[in-house]
């Protein structure tokens, strides 16, 4: 079996292999951390170590590059760990056990983590390697990107002076991205009162919905659970008027909610049950196209329950059913880029509250708050609080960027054909960088990977080889 250290370029796969030798999940950042400080001892660069673990190493121009302006390489030093029933790895303290399939590395029942190890391993390999050109380095290595880019956000930018970057978090070849979305949490109280009442309790059960991401996901035809059953309830309302025990849907913030459960207190039980029945299936038929699974189920019970008030009840059902949701406006830059869009992902019931929260989307940031005032407004309609937290920016597309220009004339020469530029509805670190200036330059590239985040998780040897080669030419030409 061929030997994962004699791949080409050789330098890169004996890091990786290194790296993937250390525990290094989300949360676990130390000992890789040392790791690149040890590396920059080691090999008599300056580094930093922030408190978040973070590390910053810095390399010299090489002969004749003394005088241009310096270039952030920038990849996350976190993995998703996941791994199958089988695997008797403890993520704590193991490393990981790599096989070579063909072209492809994989690690034996686990994630590989090669999102995003081998951008670690490029960079640690250009901060090694004496013999290349290029300008000042500012090799910058984040935490904890996968859980929520906590390193990154941390990270004390006044330490780079870079106003170019080569982010390595990507997983497809012939993709330059370009932009990302910044985003926020919006999460609002409703105050509720009940009284108890005895009487038929309807539990409606809208489920099979495809769910997905709710940014890059948003524009998929996938319905909100949630908001389909304000529909339901709103219908129902209008015929057969009711007390609202609970509506429960959704537990993450970042995910389309595919299911929710109502529970009402009616009478003729029998009857309100047909009702959803028939208006259901015409539900159904509508969305079938896009929402193949999708039913909705009821069950009655008798007993005492604490309903809402009736002002309660009707203002909620108002107030979900006209809420705004889903896509809100599309990129006039890039052509099928959702440019800004919201998800109420979760729907909590309490017994003095109910607790809506919403993922706000956008790759502008005048849209994104735009999009939170717009909210802020609506809510001010009703009694409630809200809670706004958990921004980040977004990286805005730029007409001009030399760096672009400059990566896909590189890998033209290579393939032949030039890469597509996108942009995607979803965060990256590039956003948190790019808010430092205005004039910051910034591309997000990086080797074929399939499978991330699961444990068939494969990347490509031979598009590893040449994604090194294509940044090393870049590197060369960044004068
Ligand atoms: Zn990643």
Not at 375 to 401: L, R, V
Request: aromatic content about 6%.
């Amino acid at each position: 079996m061929s030997n994962i250290l004699d791949l080409n370029p050789k330098n890169v796969f004996k890091y990786f292999s290194e790296i993937c030798s250390i525990p290094h999940g989300s949360g676990n950042m130390e000992k890789i951390s040392q790791y690149c400080m040890d590396f920059a001892q080691k090999h008599g660069l300056r580094a930093v170590r922030d408190a978040a673990n973070n590390v910053i190493i810095y390399k010299n121009a090489s002969p004749g590059y003394e005088d241009c302006a310096p270039v952030i390489l920038q990849g996350h030093l976190d993995m998703v760990c996941q791994k199958t029933d089988e695997s008797d790895i403890d993520f704590e303290c193991d490393g990981l056990e790599l096989f070579l399939d063909g072209d492809y590395i994989g690690a034996r029942g686990t994630t590989l983590g090669a999102d995003n190890g081998i951008a670690v391993a490029m960079m640690l390999a250009i901060l090694e390697d004496t013999a290349l050109c290029h300008p000042p380095v500012e090799a910058v290595f984040t935490t904890d990107e996968e859980v929520g880019m906590l390193g990154a956000v941390k990270l004390n930018m006044s330490l780079l002076s870079g106003r170019r970057m080569i982010n390595m978090d990507s997983e497809d070849p012939s993709v330059v991205t370009v932009s990302c979305a910044g985003g926020s949490d919006f999460s609002v109280n409703i105050p509720v009162t009940r009284r108890t009442v005895q009487g038929s309790c309807l539990e409606i059960r809208v489920s099979g919905l495809r769910g997905g991401h709710s940014g890059v996901e948003i524009n998929s035809g996938a319905v909100n659970a949630n908001i389909l059953m304000a529909r339901i309830l709103n219908k129902l309302y209008s015929e057969f008027p009711f007390d609202i025990v609970s509506i429960d849907g959704g537990d993450k913030g970042n995910a389309i909610t595919p299911a929710c459960c109502a529970k009402i207190v009616c009478e003729n039980a029998d009857g309100v049950a047909e009702y959803i029945e028939k208006y259901a299936a015409l539900i159904k038929e509508e969305i079938s196209s896009r929402e193949k699974g999708f039913s909705c189920t009821c069950n009655i019970f008798s007993g005492n329950f604490d309903v809402l008030m009736t002002p309660d009840t009707k203002t909620l059902i108002r107030t979900l059913l006209c809420v705004p949701n889903g896509v809100i406006d599309m990129s006039m830059e890039i052509a099928g880029l959702v440019e800004t869009s919201l998800n109420l992902g979760i729907l909590m019931t309490g017994e003095k509250a109910i607790n809506l929260s919403f993922a706000l989307r956008s790759n502008k940031m005048s849209a994104l708050k735009f999009l939170e005032e717009k909210m802020c407004a609506y809510f001010s309609n009703i009694e409630c609080d809200i809670k706004t937290g958990g921004s980040y920016p977004p990286w805005e597309y730029k007409n001009d960027s030399a760096l672009r220009d400059l990566y896909c004339e590189k890998y033209a020469e290579k393939y032949g054909t030039a890469p597509t530029v996108e942009a995607i509805h979803a965060g990256l670190e590039c956003g948190v960088f790019s808010a430092v200036s205005k004039d910051f330059d910034c591309i997000s590239i990086g080797p074929e990977m399939h499978g991330i985040h699961t444990v068939n998780e494969r990347l490509s040897v031979s598009s590893t080889a040449a994604t090194y080669d294509i940044v090393l030419k870049v590197l060369s030409e960044l004068k």
